[in-house]
């Protein structure tokens, strides 16, 4: 039966995940009524459905009262370093989360990963629940950066065909803006909704090459920095920009395919990595669960044990940050 002190513990993980699901799911609606409203704003005000006011009035409300309580903390934290770069990797991301509800799904996470090692995998155990919170800390890290990677993945697969439509759009008489309009239109995601935001914005009033470097900023890829710099120029000097897109289509689709073909090559090196920098871990935590008072010494002599662990850890840091620099070619 749980105490408690076990029982406050599981409670107060369990109120802190209910809270970050509430608001992520207040967050995610507002940005919905967002975009949509940002989508239609060239259009007659009077052709708006009556149910759509009515839905975003009674979701304001909701938004308001929801997110009294973080509004202070958010302010705070985004004038902050940390705040500063969690906003610039969920919009990266495309993830729709304030800076004040990142961080509070980390706290939850962390408090999380305690309650889940104190309480079930090895209970009573300080040592395994700081490794469990350790854990939890950097779970939400690990899914935004995943996030990031898989969109800018998808983003630069798609890119030659989205320069393919964007140079035949021009070639059929189209202007630049008109032409992105068309890759809004037509292109998949992320391509899509990066392009539609591009075009939101310049309606709105910001100008083709700021909207242009927003974009790049959400998605920071050195192939569509090397596309905004030619429109940019361009738009300066002149010339055939048709041409110009076709050639770096051109050249990026090469470099695609030579990603791959090296991705091939270095996938053994790159598992070995994983393998040698995950199974020490994963041995611990099992001697851990097995015989705790075998490796509980590891923790409570500070003189010897917490120094083994130290140096244990960074050695498989430096291993496995030197195996993957060593795979990670460039092109």
């Known amino acids: 039966m749980l105490g408690p002190e076990q ?11 209910i809270g970050i699901i509430i608001f992520g799911a207040i967050t995610s609606r507002r940005e919905d009524l967002v975009e949509a409203r940002l989508g ?24 308001d009262e929801g997110r009294k309580l973080l509004e202070p903390i958010n302010n705070y934290l985004t004038e902050r370093r940390f705040g500063k770069n969690a906003r610039r990797r969920l919009a990266r991301a495309d993830i729709k989360l304030t800076v004040a509800e990142y961080a ?5 996470s962390v408090a999380a990963g305690f309650a889940i090692m104190y309480l079930f ?31 800018l993945i998808a983003f630069e697969t798609q890119l030659p065909d989205t320069l393919g439509l964007w140079v035949n759009a021009l070639r059929s008489g189209y202007s630049v803006l008109q032409a992105m309009e068309a890759i809004a239109q037509d292109a998949p995601e992320p391509t899509q909704s990066e392009f539609q935001r591009v075009v939101q914005e310049v309606q709105i009033g910001i100008d083709v090459p700021d909207a242009l470097d927003h974009m790049l ?10 596309v905004i710099t030619a429109v940019n120029i361009q738009r300066e000097v002149g010339g055939n920009l048709a041409e110009i897109l076709e050639v770096i289509g051109a050249t990026i689709r090469e470099r695609i395919k030579l990603k791959g073909e090296i991705r091939v090559l270095t996938s053994q090196g790159r598992i070995t990595g994983y393998v040698i920098s995950g199974l020490p871990i994963a041995v611990a935590l099992l001697l851990m669960t097995v015989n705790e008072q075998y490796m509980g010494r590891m923790f409570t002599n500070r003189e010897c044990g917490w120094p083994m ?3 244990g850890l960074a050695l498989i840091g430096m291993g496995g940050a030197l195996i993957q620099k060593i795979v990670d070619i460039d092109i």
């Open 309 to 311: 662990i130290g140096l």
């Open 7 to 17: 029982l406050l513990i599981l409670g107060v993980a369990g109120a802190i995940a």
């Open 40 to 63: 239609q704003i060239d259009s007659d005000l009077n052709d708006f459905p009556e149910y759509e006011e009515d839905d975003a009035e009674g979701a304001d409300s909701g938004i």
């Open 104 to 108: 509070v799904a980390q706290v939850a």
């Open 121 to 151: 995998v090895s209970p009573g155990s300080i040592a395994m629940a700081v490794v469990g919170a350790v854990i939890g800390y950097f779970v939400p890290r690990i899914y935004v950066g995943r996030a990031i990677n898989k969109r």
């Open 217 to 226: 900023d959400r998605l920071d890829s050195p192939d569509l920095d090397l």
